[in-house]
């Protein structure tokens, strides 16, 4: 693969070539590639969650105003405007934070569980056997996203970059860079 120094990014940047972002345990000579990350149509379930939820309690209110005095409806509001201000962060933290990493020499996976805990697989791309891209279904079609797995030698954890834009040509890179 040419190293193109050109740089892209694409549906809100969950598919980026040549990014200019830095890893703690970046090499001297080793370019970021690819970052990739779920593409922004599988955010839509909790978005419109949080859309229903913010409905929802506005429709509520119409009976809580019935039961309940002005300043326990008032409690009430606040505490669940912050349940589901905390359900959107959650969840942008986590599509924001998940991200596959493609560089010249190694394939990173960044899952991030929690705001406590966030697990990094790395692979070198010469331990890399098989690479896998899945994609099915209308919407994944459509929208060009699915799955990639890595698989490695040896005991070794797999990679899976899940619901990513543009999996066949994340799975080109990296088959060409293992090829080299």
Excluded at 107 to 132: G, P, Q, S, W
Excluded at 138 to 167: L, R
């Amino acid at each position: 693969m040419e190293n193109n120094t050109n740089q892209s990014h694409q549906l809100l940047h969950s598919y980026c070539l040549n990014p200019e972002v830095k890893l703690d345990t970046q090499g001297l000579n080793e370019p970021i590639l690819v970052v990739v990350r779920s593409h922004p149509f599988t955010q839509l379930p909790w978005i419109f969650n949080s859309v229903f939820l913010f409905i929802l309690l506005i429709t509520l209110n119409i009976l809580l105003f019935s039961i309940f005095s002005t300043a326990q409806v008032i409690f009430i509001n606040t505490f669940s405007i912050i349940l589901i201000l905390s359900y959107i962060w959650f969840n942008i933290l986590d599509w924001f934070f998940n991200v596959g990493i493609v560089t010249n020499e190694r394939i990173i996976d960044v899952d991030f569980m929690n705001v406590l805990y966030k697990e990094v697989t790395e692979a070198r791309l010469d331990k890399v056997e098989d690479i896998t891209s899945k994609s099915g279904g209308f919407f994944e079609s459509f929208f060009d996203y699915g799955d990639v797995f890595i698989q490695t030698a040896g005991s070794a954890v797999h990679i899976e970059f899940m619901n990513i834009s543009k999996p066949s040509d994340v799975v080109r890179i990296i088959s060409d860079l293992v090829g080299k």
